[in-house]
């Protein structure tokens, strides 16, 4: 059988949609994958590994990446040049998710240049390409890379030569399996028998060694991509590195960093230790004098740029290659950043490279989102200036005092949250957990009810007219039950942990941490506990109200048995006779009980002849056919039986889902917690991101480029037959241009100092 066309497999549903992040069996498999990659990172780390079968001399190592050479006649050492001398290279990050939004950014980078509306010249495709973490969701396993991420690279850019370079780090996805796809797809160029090339991933070539690389451009420009691992720390090796590189480097070098993740976001957000990999890699390129102008990061799924006035910093996050969307309304303002300033030892090279931080005061400095007027800060360096500053530092102004934009805006990020309250609608088997717990908890909170007659059993008998009452005493019911079944204890106060324990509260002091934790933690639980009991008594009201219909209809069948064929007629014997027995049975240890209790004399034996003689089994059921059918409580217990796990699992599951999204609603809103984790479950595809990067001897020019609606699959076609392709020779092709657009107006960033070839 002849395989399918990619426009037949996408048809037919076979690429991968959004990951849905709460499926049961996927949280349990990312929990436990998460668990052991934490482990094997800190015994088993990759990139001491890489460093150890990386055999070239130093000299080789420090200047693989060196495209400086505008004049190089080896492709292989320089980036293609356009007019004025200008070069590009692209950045995209958080990548290998949905297919639709994977191929349609794939699509656009691929080709030779993008039109965008307000931008007089097309955007030139970048002759590298920078990945910048997260690669593939949601577990970095060989075939996950080649389902979401090769195989929609491969047919947007399908041409059978690679074109352009590649250059990824890692994020915490792709270091869930200990980095191993991560190095043997991106890092393969490090084999000896490869000729310095890796693989090839549509028209571009895997060039890197290592999770982590430095980027020799012209003009004195530097791109460092950094490996942070899970936040924790830069490797000996790595620092050895970038040391090395930062020799190569001095005061008139510019300098951009590139991120797995915004730690400058998440320091300020959970009080990280940022010495652990922002400050210290920062350090090592501030002792050289070299000039940091931007530092660009993922894993957050959407677009922000925040600046520092008094470092004169853009610090960009753009995570929309393709993954689910992060919401934006919940960033703040303003946010401060702890900057290494060199000492005079550092600036002497006294320090040690093992401790790069050292010779270094610790400066903090506000990061602002939104720079509509200028800090005290800028105010007072302006008055410091002559009155008619040059033609570039007036650039440079403007450059400075923009107003920054997020992606989407916060207001549709705001509105966007509210579709959590479907949460049950787009995640229904993460409901059927959920009534699972409550169909545990109050089958057991049910059964001490009738062992120890809590209620005097006026929960079993509950009717229209005394629910709410029972509603009313349900606390007092369930206090009595704690107290006398451990089990009961263990599920509730379990759940109760669970619930504290998940509360996000990571921004506030320690005292209030802990207060937030309980507070919140406990107001979801009394939430879920009403749910659960009162949905519990409301399927017991309802197997009343049903179990003289359904009575009615089993004496039926049970006494019209007769007229059945032997074989049906044997099922519905075996089936309902034992009921009739035990009932019997029942009726006949209540009689002996009561006798004993009226003579004062210790329940006998059925062959005591001192006792009124019992009627035998088979003489009552005859009996009960003749008269009033089968025993009413019996079916009642059926009923609930069977009927009770199938409410609670799925009707139950669905309301628990349900107040499940309306916690994270009000805490997204109120208290600015869980947003990231109730976009997840949304899965929005839409408002993808990337940027792309124009460098010239004086500057460089970032054009954010934005996507606010993701096209669907019936957007796409094959490529017409007799035509001739675009230079890229997608395999899925486009039925209408797709509408991209400038996030914000081009970010320009000017070099130190005048470019000298």
């Given at each position: 059988?002849a395989?399918?066309s990619?426009?037949?497999?996408?048809?037919?549903?076979?690429?991968?949609?959004?990951?849905g992040?709460?499926?049961?069996?996927l949280?349990?498999?990312?929990?436990?994958?998460?668990?052991?990659?934490?482990?094997?990172g800190?015994?088993?780390?990759?990139r001491?590994?890489?460093?150890?079968?990386?055999?070239?001399?130093?000299?080789?190592i420090?200047?693989?990446?060196?495209?400086?050479?505008?004049?190089?006649?080896?492709?292989?050492?320089?980036?293609a040049?356009?007019?004025?001398?200008?070069?590009?290279?692209?950045?995209?990050?958080?990548?290998?998710?949905?297919?639709?939004?994977?191929?349609?950014?794939?699509?656009?980078?691929?080709?030779?240049?993008?039109?965008?509306?307000?931008?007089?010249?097309?955007?030139?495709?970048?002759?590298?390409?920078?990945?910048?973490?997260?690669?593939?969701?949601?577990?970095?396993?060989?075939?996950?890379?080649?389902?979401?991420?090769?195989?929609?690279?491969?047919?947007?850019?399908?041409?059978?030569?690679?074109e352009?370079?590649?250059?990824?780090?890692p994020?915490?996805h792709?270091?869930?399996?200990?980095?191993s796809?991560?190095?043997?797809?991106?890092?393969?160029?490090?084999?000896?028998?490869?000729?310095?090339?890796g693989?090839?991933?549509?028209?571009?070539?895997?060039?890197?060694?290592?999770?982590?690389?430095?980027?020799e451009?012209?003009?004195?420009?530097?791109?460092?991509?950094?490996?942070?691992?899970?936040?924790?720390?830069?490797?000996?090796?790595?620092?050895?590195?970038?040391?090395?590189?930062?020799?190569?480097?001095?005061?008139?070098?510019?300098?951009?960093?590139?991120?797995?993740?915004?730690?400058?976001?998440?320091?300020?957000?959970?009080?990280?230790?940022?010495?652990?990999?922002?400050?210290?890699?920062?350090?090592?390129?501030?002792?050289?004098?070299?000039?940091?102008?931007?530092?660009?990061?993922?894993?957050?799924?959407?677009?922000?740029?925040?600046?520092?006035?008094?470092?004169?910093?853009?610090?960009?996050?753009?995570?929309?290659?393709?993954?689910?969307?992060?919401?934006?309304?919940?960033?703040?303002?303003?946010?401060?950043?702890?900057?290494?300033?060199?000492?005079?030892?550092?600036?002497?090279?006294?320090?040690?490279?093992?401790?790069?931080?050292?010779?270094?005061t610790?400066?903090?400095?506000?990061?602002?989102?939104?720079?509509?007027?200028p800090?005290?800060?800028?105010?007072?360096?302006?008055?410091?200036e002559?009155?008619?500053?040059?033609?570039?530092?007036?650039?440079?102004?403007?450059?400075?005092?923009?107003?920054?934009?997020?992606?989407?805006?916060k207001?549709?990020?705001?509105?966007?949250?509210?579709?959590?309250?479907f949460?049950?609608?787009?995640?229904?088997?993460f409901?059927?957990g959920?009534?699972?717990?409550?169909?545990?908890?109050?089958?057991?909170?049910?059964?001490?009810?009738?062992?120890h007659?809590?209620?005097?059993?006026?929960?079993?008998v509950?009717?229209?007219?005394?629910?709410?009452?029972?509603?009313?005493?349900?606390?007092?019911?369930?206090?009595?039950?704690?107290?006398?079944?451990?089990?009961?204890?263990?599920?509730?106060?379990?759940?109760?942990?669970?619930?504290?324990?998940?509360?996000?509260?990571?921004?506030?002091?320690?005292?209030?941490?802990?207060?937030?934790?309980?507070?919140?933690?406990?107001?979801?639980?009394?939430?879920?506990?009403?749910?659960?009991?009162?949905?519990?008594?409301?399927?017991?009201?309802?197997?009343?109200?049903?179990?003289?219909?359904?009575?009615?209809?089993?004496?039926?069948?049970?006494?019209?048995?007769?007229?059945?064929?032997?074989?049906?007629?044997?099922?519905?014997?075996?089936?309902?006779?034992?009921?009739?027995?035990?009932?019997?049975?029942?009726?006949?240890?209540?009689?002996?009980?009561?006798?004993?209790?009226?003579?004062?004399?210790?329940?006998?034996?059925?062959?005591?002849?001192?006792?009124?003689?019992?009627r035998?089994?088979?003489?009552?059921?005859t009996?009960?056919?003749?008269?009033g059918?089968?025993?009413?409580?019996?079916?009642?217990?059926?009923?609930?039986?069977?009927?009770?796990?199938?409410?609670?699992?799925?009707?139950g599951?669905?309301?628990?889902?349900?107040l499940?999204?309306?916690y994270?609603?009000?805490?997204?809103?109120?208290?600015?917690?869980?947003?990231?984790?109730?976009?997840?479950?949304?899965?929005?595809?839409?408002?993808?991101?990337?940027?792309?990067?124009?460098?010239?001897?004086?500057?460089v020019?970032?054009?954010?480029?934005?996507?606010?609606?993701?096209?669907k699959?019936?957007?796409?076609?094959?490529?017409?037959?007799?035509?001739?392709?675009?230079?890229h020779?997608?395999?899925?092709?486009?039925?209408?241009?797709?509408?991209?657009?400038?996030?914000?107006?081009?970010?320009?960033?000017?070099?130190?100092s005048?470019?000298?070839?």
């Amino acid at each position: 059988m002849a395989e399918k066309s990619p426009i037949e497999k996408l048809n037919s549903g076979e690429m991968p949609g959004l990951v849905g992040w709460y499926e049961p069996r996927l949280l349990a498999r990312v929990g436990m994958r998460t668990i052991i990659s934490s482990v094997f990172g800190q015994y088993a780390d990759q990139r001491l590994i890489q460093a150890a079968t990386d055999v070239a001399p130093i000299e080789t190592i420090i200047n693989r990446y060196n495209y400086s050479d505008i004049r190089s006649e080896d492709p292989e050492r320089r980036v293609a040049l356009g007019e004025n001398g200008a070069f590009w290279i692209d950045y995209i990050a958080d990548i290998g998710d949905g297919f639709e939004p994977t191929y349609t950014t794939a699509y656009l980078l691929a080709q030779p240049h993008i039109k965008i509306d307000g931008v007089e010249e097309p955007l030139t495709a970048g002759s590298i390409l920078i990945m910048g973490g997260d690669q593939c969701y949601p577990q970095a396993t060989r075939e996950e890379y080649k389902a979401r991420l090769q195989t929609p690279y491969d047919w947007a850019y399908n041409v059978p030569a690679p074109e352009r370079k590649l250059f990824a780090i890692p994020g915490n996805h792709d270091w869930y399996d200990g980095l191993s796809a991560f190095d043997s797809l991106f890092c393969s160029a490090r084999d000896r028998m490869s000729q310095q090339n890796g693989n090839k991933i549509g028209g571009w070539q895997c060039k890197q060694h290592r999770s982590y690389w430095a980027i020799e451009l012209p003009y004195r420009w530097w791109i460092w991509g950094c490996d942070i691992q899970f936040s924790q720390y830069l490797d000996i090796s790595q620092v050895n590195y970038f040391e090395a590189i930062a020799g190569l480097m001095g005061p008139g070098d510019n300098l951009i960093i590139c991120l797995a993740e915004p730690t400058w976001m998440i320091a300020d957000d959970q009080g990280f230790d940022e010495d652990t990999n922002f400050f210290k890699i920062t350090s090592i390129a501030r002792r050289r004098g070299v000039n940091i102008c931007a530092v660009i990061a993922g894993d957050w799924h959407h677009y922000n740029r925040y600046y520092a006035p008094g470092i004169d910093v853009h610090l960009f996050t753009a995570g929309g290659g393709g993954s689910f969307l992060h919401p934006t309304h919940t960033l703040k303002n303003e946010i401060s950043i702890t900057w290494p300033n060199p000492t005079a030892q550092a600036a002497e090279g006294l320090e040690t490279k093992f401790a790069p931080e050292a010779g270094m005061t610790a400066e903090r400095h506000d990061l602002r989102l939104k720079n509509n007027t200028p800090n005290a800060e800028t105010s007072e360096t302006t008055e410091a200036e002559p009155e008619q500053p040059s033609r570039r530092e007036a650039r440079r102004r403007r450059a400075q005092q923009r107003t920054a934009k997020v992606y989407p805006s916060k207001t549709t990020s705001f509105f966007l949250s509210l579709k959590g309250l479907f949460f049950p609608f787009t995640n229904y088997f993460f409901g059927v957990g959920i009534g699972f717990i409550y169909w545990m908890i109050t089958w057991q909170f049910y059964s001490v009810a009738g062992q120890h007659n809590i209620s005097n059993g006026q929960i079993d008998v509950v009717k229209p007219e005394t629910y709410w009452g029972l509603i009313a005493y349900m606390p007092l019911y369930l206090i009595q039950a704690l107290l006398v079944s451990i089990s009961l204890v263990a599920m509730m106060g379990g759940l109760w942990i669970l619930l504290c324990s998940y509360v996000d509260s990571v921004e506030r002091p320690r005292w209030k941490h802990y207060f937030v934790k309980i507070f919140v933690g406990s107001a979801h639980f009394l939430a879920h506990t009403f749910a659960m009991f009162s949905l519990g008594l409301a399927f017991v009201l309802f197997h009343n109200e049903i179990t003289p219909t359904i009575k009615t209809q089993v004496d039926k069948i049970w006494q019209d048995r007769a007229q059945q064929p032997n074989i049906v007629r044997d099922v519905i014997t075996e089936t309902l006779e034992p009921i009739t027995r035990q009932a019997i049975e029942q009726r006949q240890i209540i009689e002996r009980e009561d006798i004993s209790r009226r003579t004062g004399r210790p329940i006998p034996l059925p062959r005591d002849k001192e006792l009124p003689p019992l009627r035998p089994i088979t003489e009552t059921v005859t009996q009960a056919e003749e008269g009033g059918g089968l025993p009413y409580k019996e079916i009642r217990q059926i009923v609930g039986f069977v009927m009770y796990p199938i409410e609670m699992i799925f009707i139950g599951g669905f309301i628990g889902a349900f107040l499940w999204g309306i916690y994270w609603v009000l805490a997204g809103c109120l208290m600015r917690m869980h947003t990231e984790d109730a976009f997840a479950a949304l899965r929005i595809g839409d408002y993808r991101n990337f940027l792309r990067m124009k460098f010239e001897p004086d500057k460089v020019t970032i054009y954010p480029i934005g996507l606010d609606k993701t096209p669907k699959r019936n957007f796409w076609m094959a490529p017409p037959r007799g035509k001739t392709p675009p230079p890229h020779n997608p395999q899925l092709v486009a039925t209408r241009q797709i509408p991209a657009k400038l996030i914000e107006e081009p970010i320009v960033i000017y070099s130190v100092s005048e470019y000298r070839p």
